[in-house]
């Protein structure tokens, strides 16, 4: 289950991987470890619920942390958190684009379950991508909600029924109503959360354009303004158990950062000899099968845009901002950190700023590049620290694994489809699951094709909904799924296929219907 030591899957060939006040309750704590049932401290006969902290980042691949391989961007606070906790290696995001993951992580179910199945409002909203997809896809997208529920009971509101405290700090994007903002899912506070996908040009700069953040002083950077108000949110937070949504709008495009950052990583790609590497492939073999042509969609191949690396490196020095000031607070001891991202780097179109390679695609694919994540825990006291666990996770699990390490009622009736790796996390032997599931009926506009897909124990078998197309890979063998065992394999195929099938009909998922309009 777990793997010791700090060393991340080997990167792709031309980087070389890497590998009183509450505070006196918390100092007199006598014992706080996963061996306990729950992470709660107990102290003078009282029980201290721990705070939650949820980091979100947007569109950050699998490969773009120090601790996961990479040797250009740099990741110090993050790391640290990985070497305090345990980094997964096979944790995944319930959808390669974000609004669906995003849901699925405040509902605990599958965004098939949903009907929430694109980022909000979707590629076929835009006028001119619904002419090309009129004109030449086989398929058409299927309509899907763009407002979160108010009717399911969000991880938010769960834990304020439980005397949390609560506030979301950034990205939402899970609602075009403002009146499904998360102000009305759960959160005593919200701050940046509408239904912007992105800050918006310009918008990494203040004037911020976001009806629920105010404008700063001229060039103030958002990232900096969200870790500040996370900051004092925790501040106002510090006598009560919180929990607080930190979805930063980080690394989504455009991309813009500050400018000291951006030339010490010039400075650096000039050193590791990064500029006389090729950049780009410009024929990627996915973009043969894609109905339609964008001169956008080339797929990076090396990590070296500095830009890039200056907006994770902004994130990465405000969530030690962040960090710092529950050491200051005497409440690094009592809160739970979980780091994670909402989909694969974005690597094949939109300027193509990062490459999740060895992984396969990136964002908008159902590849392991559009969906496998970086996932960090950290829960203090933690015994089995510096950890691996390559059991597989995803988004839906993080409700009831909250729920249960916070001590909470679980609400089985709404995560429906997560599950909780608390288990993991105290490295207990259970039988997890057998398979997760993925069901993407769109176009994206990174390239990506309408498709499904399974994965069981090693395996994991793709279903193109345009062409009907299967492809099974043995990701243990074959990470980069290049090698397709669909006629190598043909019971497992029929199996994992009837299995796919059987779980969209139990999850009602709306599938493409055929487009008249283009002859086979």
């Known amino acids: 289950m777990f793997r010791t030591g700090q060393s991340g899957t080997p990167f792709y060939a031309l980087l070389k991987p890497k590998i009183m006040n509450r505070r006196l309750f918390i100092s007199e704590l006598a014992v706080l470890s996963v061996g306990l049932t729950t992470v709660q401290a107990q102290t003078a006969g009282k029980t201290i619920k721990p705070n939650m902290l949820f980091i979100l980042a947007d569109d950050l691949g699998w490969m773009d942390l120090s601790c996961y391989g990479s040797s250009f961007y740099e990741t110090p606070n993050i790391d640290q958190l990985a070497k305090e906790g345990i980094r997964f290696t096979n944790a995944y995001a319930a959808c390669p684009v974000s609004s669906p993951?995003?849901?699925?992580?405040?509902?605990?179910?599958?965004?098939?379950?949903?009907?929430?199945?694109?980022?909000?409002?979707?590629?076929?909203?835009?006028?001119?991508?619904?002419?090309?997809?009129?004109?030449?896809?086989?398929?058409?997208?299927?309509?899907?909600?763009?407002?979160?529920?108010?009717?399911?009971?969000?991880?938010?509101?769960?834990?304020?029924?439980?005397?949390?405290?609560?506030?979301?700090?950034?990205?939402?994007?899970?609602?075009?109503?403002?009146?499904?903002?998360?102000?009305?899912?759960?959160?005593?506070?919200?701050?940046?959360?509408?239904?912007?996908?992105?800050?918006?040009?310009?918008?990494?700069?203040?004037?911020?354009?976001?009806?629920?953040?105010?404008?700063?002083?001229?060039g103030e950077y958002l990232t900096d303004r969200l870790g500040d108000e996370c900051?004092?949110?925790i501040r106002r937070f510090k006598d009560k158990p919180f929990f607080i949504n930190l979805p930063f709008y980080q690394v989504h495009t455009p991309l813009l950062a500050k400018a000291d950052k951006v030339k010490y990583f010039e400075e650096k790609a000039k050193r590791m000899g990064l500029n006389s590497f090729k950049t780009f492939n410009i024929t990627p073999e996915w973009k043969n099968k894609q109905p339609f042509q964008d001169s956008t969609h080339i797929e990076r191949i090396i990590q070296s845009n500095a830009v890039y690396a200056a907006m994770i490196a902004s994130m990465d020095e405000n969530i030690g901002r962040i960090i710092d000031e529950l050491k200051r607070l005497g409440l690094y001891e009592n809160t739970i950190i979980i780091f994670t991202s909402d989909n694969g780097g974005l690597s094949t179109s939109e300027g193509s700023p990062t490459t999740n390679l060895p992984l396969r695609?990136?964002?908008?694919?159902?590849?392991?590049?559009?969906?496998?994540?970086?996932?960090?825990?950290?829960?203090p006291h933690m015994k089995n620290t510096g950890n691996q666990c390559d059991s597989m996770v995803i988004s839906t699990d993080y409700y009831p694994t909250i729920l249960e390490m916070t001590g909470n009622n679980l609400h089985p009736e709404q995560h429906l489809d997560g599950i909780s790796f608390f288990p993991l996390l105290k490295n207990e032997k259970r039988d997890y699951r057998d398979a997760i599931y993925w069901h993407y009926p769109h176009y994206s506009n990174q390239g990506g094709r309408p498709s499904g897909a399974i994965r069981m124990g090693s395996y994991k078998l793709l279903q193109f909904y345009d062409t009907g197309e299967l492809e099974l890979y043995d990701l243990s063998k074959d990470l980069s799924e290049k090698e397709n065992l669909k006629d190598s394999e043909p019971e497992l195929t029929e199996r994992l296929l009837n299995k796919l099938e059987n779980w969209r009909t139990s999850v009602n998922a709306d599938m493409p219907i055929k487009n008249t309009k283009v002859h086979d």
């Open 231 to 233: 900051i004092k949110i």
């Open 101 to 218: 993951t995003r849901a699925s992580f405040q509902t605990g179910k599958y965004p098939a379950r949903l009907h929430l199945t694109d980022y909000i409002p979707g590629g076929y909203a835009v006028a001119s991508r619904k002419r090309i997809i009129d004109a030449t896809c086989p398929v058409l997208p299927v309509p899907f909600v763009q407002n979160l529920p108010l009717s399911e009971l969000t991880i938010g509101e769960a834990l304020k029924q439980e005397g949390y405290q609560t506030a979301h700090i950034g990205k939402w994007n899970c609602s075009i109503d403002s009146l499904t903002y998360p102000q009305y899912q759960g959160y005593d506070i919200n701050i940046a959360g509408c239904n912007k996908g992105g800050p918006g040009k310009g918008g990494y700069f203040s004037p911020y354009h976001n009806p629920y953040l105010s404008d700063g002083p001229e």
């Open 361 to 379: 695609g990136g964002k908008g694919f159902t590849y392991e590049g559009g969906i496998r994540e970086p996932l960090i825990v950290r829960i």
